[in-house]
């Protein structure tokens, strides 16, 4: 009798197998260092802009009295689309904060579904509610992340993290 040194099919199956597993673990990593890395992007452009809305507000003694998505890269310029309108970027709060701002962070590059009927967001959203009021508006991929200091976190279609920052003219 003669002994074969290949390997049979049961160990390959079994190598396979481990592959298969490790290839689909480093993909739910790959997935989630993805994930952090845009929430963390949009978090450094939120207090880029909460930096210049606040020089807006020293000098002019008020927050600017349009509403428009702040950041680059919006796709067709919008960043807030859905049951309660559209947003979109703003050519007069963009030159209004252009002092402050040395160069528009990218912000996001595709609108995403926040789990509640057709609603898609993206990046930052500044609104001027009325004479004593103005928000920032952002939202994050995934539930229970943190949001800046002072504004307020929600869950919504627990797809995302809302985060709102009202500010007080």
Do not use: H
Not at 18 to 41: C, P
Not at 66 to 83: E, F, H, I, K
């Amino acid at each position: 009798m003669r002994r074969s040194n290949a390997f049979t099919i049961v160990e390959l199956l079994i190598v396979i197998v481990v592959i298969a597993i490790l290839a689909a673990i480093s993909v739910v990593a790959y997935n989630g260092i993805q994930t952090r890395a845009k929430n963390a992007q949009v978090v450094s452009g939120v207090n880029q802009y909460y930096k210049a809305l606040q020089n807006y507000k020293t000098i002019n003694s008020v927050y600017p009295t349009v509403s428009g998505c702040l950041g680059a890269n919006y796709p067709s310029g919008v960043c807030w689309q859905g049951d309660s309108g559209n947003y979109s970027v703003n050519t007069t709060l963009d030159s209004s904060l252009s002092e402050f701002v040395s160069s528009k962070p990218i912000l996001a590059t595709e609108l995403f579904s926040i789990g509640i009927g057709n609603n898609m967001r993206a990046g930052l959203l500044y609104q001027y509610v009325n004479s004593t009021t103005s928000r920032i508006v952002y939202y994050q991929r995934g539930i229970n992340n943190p949001c800046m200091a002072g504004a307020v976190s929600a869950n919504e279609g627990s797809v995302v993290t809302q985060c709102v920052l009202t500010l007080n003219n």
